[in-house]
């Protein structure tokens, strides 16, 4: 039975790589042709590619499950022979890959038609799904790090789609220049590992790791490392305006950024944070960097008028908050945020046009200040009820419970005023269901994320997330329950430009590659003369 189910495994994993495989060789043939019949044909086969990609995804699904369940090894043993490690987080990786980048490749077939850039797109698009379906799914750190640079590589081209859009290029060159650093701290946080673990497969050091874990200064180094690259990929303070500026990009490539790439950083420590001894130099740096990331995107997000802008703030935002879950050890909350987000900002970009449509009309004005404090305070106390009385709800952590009572009293602070006191009561009951709906994804997604019961978040720690979190609070409490105060005035007045943290990065652009951003010469619009009579004879 064990030799069936490894053969069985075996055969589910090779379908798998291959086609991954035929992704990109459809990438290759599609930026080769230049019949437009045979382009259309290359789009719909990408479409069934990503299709046999879910199927096959699930079946492999079910096989990581059947091993669970058996206590067997025999998928792991089967990946060992394909470079391949499928484990619950790998999984449920590649299938929220496939299934948006088959969204995406749909909706983009019929918003390009007729688009000069539709030719560049399809290739690139497919090497991008491509690279982060080896690189959430191999056991070679080598391969990783090679899957990690060839995302941000192709990405590049997709982001210069429009090269006549001189924020488009902008957005590229700092893309590119930040992206060249993420780079090289992900060769060295390897070539790290590499140096304390003795090999680059990534099963290999999951089994010394569990007989026991020495915190040496190269391991130390090798965390600062990875954690600084997580935080260069997930577009973090002060490395965030080229997110900004990418909206100049196709919304399709917005939503594939947004909903597919920028997550990758979160992804690189829930795949190697069982190689650490608990908490680490770089759990520090992402609970800081994350934290404060967090705190200043929400509050920028807030002054936005532009839908695309505040959907990029949104997403600086949410990749602050996971990577401050991961500094704090909430991986299995990390998990869940960057599944959801995914899927959620993936809708939100593929559906910003019809976003605009509603948001351009009036919004009900908010009941009165307190009417709204009392009932957010009411379902702050019934969900903060929940948590001490089940406190491994949040893995017996103060500031998860904190953060998450918060966000269950900021839904309830939007209650119209027209709304009845039973409208109020159910609108107030459905932000309380917030913390149910958090217990059953984690059980859902619990099982996939490896265990870390020596995990101890130090006081240093405590302390610094303690007072991120507060200052969040305060400042967005002010902004939402005293917009007219001169102080939240004068706030709104500075994060509208994101407190101006984008600046350094803008001139180090600028005086880097000025020739970079100069628009091409075949773009440039030559002004009309009238002819002269001998031109017109």
Same mark, same amino acid.
């Given at each position: 039975?064990?030799?069936?189910? #490894?053969?069985?495994?075996?055969?589910?994993?090779?379908?798998?790589?291959?086609?991954?495989?035929?992704?990109?060789?459809?990438?290759?043939?599609?930026?080769? =042709? +230049?019949?437009?019949?045979?382009?259309?044909?290359?789009?719909?086969?990408?479409?069934?590619?990503?299709?046999?990609?879910?199927?096959?995804?699930?079946?492999?699904?079910?096989?990581?499950?059947?091993?669970?369940?058996?206590?067997?090894?025999?998928?792991?043993?089967?990946?060992?022979?394909?470079?391949?490690?499928?484990?619950?987080?790998?999984?449920?990786?590649?299938?929220?890959?496939?299934?948006?980048?088959?969204?995406?490749?749909?909706?983009?077939?019929? $918003?390009l038609n007729g688009d000069p850039g539709r030719d560049r797109f399809l290739p690139w698009f497919l090497v991008v799904i491509g690279s982060v379906l080896v690189l959430v799914f191999t056991s070679h750190l080598l391969v990783l790090a090679g899957a990690w640079i060839g995302i941000s590589l192709a990405l590049h081209h997709?982001?210069? *789609?429009?090269?006549?859009?001189? #924020?488009?290029?902008?957005?590229?060159?700092?893309?590119?220049?930040?992206?060249?650093?993420?780079?090289?701290?992900?060769?060295?946080?390897?070539? *790290? =590992? $590499?140096?304390? $673990?003795?090999?680059?497969?990534?099963?290999?050091?999951?089994?010394?790791?569990?007989?026991?874990?020495?915190?040496?200064?190269?391991?130390?180094?090798?965390?600062?490392?990875?954690?600084?690259?997580?935080?260069?990929?997930?577009?973090?303070?002060?490395?965030?305006?080229?997110?900004?500026?990418?909206?100049?990009?196709?919304?399709?490539?917005?939503?594939?950024?947004?909903?597919?790439?920028?997550?990758?950083?979160?992804?690189?420590?829930?795949?190697?944070? /069982?190689?650490?001894?608990?908490?680490?130099?770089?759990?520090?740096?992402?609970?800081?960097?994350?934290?404060?990331?967090?705190?200043?995107?929400?509050?920028?997000?807030?002054?936005?008028?532009?839908?695309?802008?505040?959907?990029?703030?949104?997403?600086?935002?949410?990749?602050?908050?996971?990577?401050?879950?991961?500094g704090m050890g909430a991986y299995t909350l990390a998990f869940l945020h960057l599944l959801a987000h995914s899927l959620y900002k993936a809708h939100s970009f593929l559906a910003s046009g019809r976003t605009v449509v509603v948001t351009s009309r009036l919004p009900f004005p908010d009941a009165d200040r307190p009417t709204r404090?009392?009932?957010?305070?009411?379902?702050?106390?019934?969900?903060?009820?929940?948590?001490?009385?089940?406190?491994?709800?949040?893995?017996?952590?103060?500031?998860?419970?904190?953060?998450?009572?918060?966000?269950?009293?900021?839904?309830?602070?939007?209650?119209?005023?027209?709304?009845? /006191?039973?409208?109020?009561?159910?609108?107030?009951?459905?932000a309380v269901m917030l913390v149910p709906v958090y217990v059953l994804c984690h059980l859902v997604i619990g099982p996939a994320v490896p265990a870390h019961p020596g995990f101890v978040l130090p006081a240093a720690a405590y302390g610094a997330g303690g007072g991120i979190l507060l200052a969040l609070v305060i400042a967005s409490?002010?902004?939402?329950?005293?917009?007219?105060? /001169?102080?939240?005035?004068?706030?709104?007045?500075?994060?509208?430009?994101?407190? $101006?943290?984008?600046?350094?990065?803008?001139?180090?652009?600028?005086?880097?590659?000025?020739?970079?951003?100069?628009?091409?010469?075949?773009?440039?619009?030559?002004?009309? +003369?009238?002819?002269?009579?001998?031109? +017109?004879?």
């Amino acid at each position: 039975m064990s030799s069936f189910g #490894e053969i069985a495994s075996l055969v589910v994993l090779a379908a798998w790589l291959l086609l991954v495989v035929s992704l990109f060789a459809v990438a290759a043939l599609s930026g080769w =042709l +230049r019949n437009p019949l045979k382009l259309d044909h290359c789009w719909r086969l990408s479409g069934q590619l990503l299709v046999a990609a879910m199927g096959v995804t699930l079946l492999a699904a079910g096989a990581v499950v059947g091993q669970s369940l058996s206590g067997s090894t025999m998928v792991t043993d089967a990946g060992r022979q394909l470079g391949l490690y499928p484990d619950g987080i790998s999984v449920w990786m590649a299938l929220m890959v496939s299934f948006i980048g088959w969204v995406i490749l749909r909706f983009a077939g019929t $918003y390009l038609n007729g688009d000069p850039g539709r030719d560049r797109f399809l290739p690139w698009f497919l090497v991008v799904i491509g690279s982060v379906l080896v690189l959430v799914f191999t056991s070679h750190l080598l391969v990783l790090a090679g899957a990690w640079i060839g995302i941000s590589l192709a990405l590049h081209h997709l982001l210069t *789609l429009y090269r006549d859009r001189p #924020e488009a290029r902008m957005a590229a060159v700092q893309k590119f220049i930040v992206s060249r650093i993420g780079d090289s701290l992900i060769i060295a946080g390897v070539v *790290l =590992l $590499y140096m304390h $673990y003795g090999t680059f497969h990534l099963p290999d050091m999951l089994s010394i790791s569990r007989g026991g874990i020495d915190n040496t200064g190269i391991l130390t180094l090798a965390s600062v490392a990875l954690a600084l690259a997580a935080a260069l990929k997930c577009a973090q303070i002060p490395f965030h305006g080229w997110l900004i500026r990418v909206m100049e990009a196709p919304t399709p490539v917005s939503a594939l950024l947004h909903a597919g790439v920028i997550n990758l950083g979160g992804f690189l420590w829930l795949r190697l944070f /069982p190689l650490f001894d608990g908490f680490t130099a770089g759990h520090m740096i992402l609970l800081v960097v994350g934290g404060l990331t967090a705190l200043v995107a929400v509050m920028t997000m807030m002054t936005q008028t532009s839908v695309k802008h505040a959907l990029a703030w949104s997403t600086c935002a949410q990749m602050g908050f996971m990577l401050f879950e991961i500094g704090m050890g909430a991986y299995t909350l990390a998990f869940l945020h960057l599944l959801a987000h995914s899927l959620y900002k993936a809708h939100s970009f593929l559906a910003s046009g019809r976003t605009v449509v509603v948001t351009s009309r009036l919004p009900f004005p908010d009941a009165d200040r307190p009417t709204r404090v009392l009932w957010a305070l009411g379902a702050a106390a019934v969900a903060a009820a929940m948590l001490v009385a089940a406190p491994r709800i949040v893995e017996h952590n103060a500031l998860l419970g904190a953060l998450l009572v918060f966000a269950v009293a900021a839904a309830t602070l939007g209650i119209p005023a027209a709304s009845s /006191p039973l409208a109020r009561l159910k609108l107030t009951g459905l932000a309380v269901m917030l913390v149910p709906v958090y217990v059953l994804c984690h059980l859902v997604i619990g099982p996939a994320v490896p265990a870390h019961p020596g995990f101890v978040l130090p006081a240093a720690a405590y302390g610094a997330g303690g007072g991120i979190l507060l200052a969040l609070v305060i400042a967005s409490l002010l902004v939402s329950l005293a917009p007219h105060h /001169p102080l939240a005035r004068e706030l709104k007045v500075h994060f509208g430009y994101g407190l $101006y943290l984008e600046q350094p990065l803008d001139r180090l652009t600028r005086r880097l590659a000025s020739g970079a951003l100069r628009v091409p010469a075949m773009f440039h619009k030559v002004p009309h +003369r009238p002819f002269t009579r001998e031109e +017109r004879s």
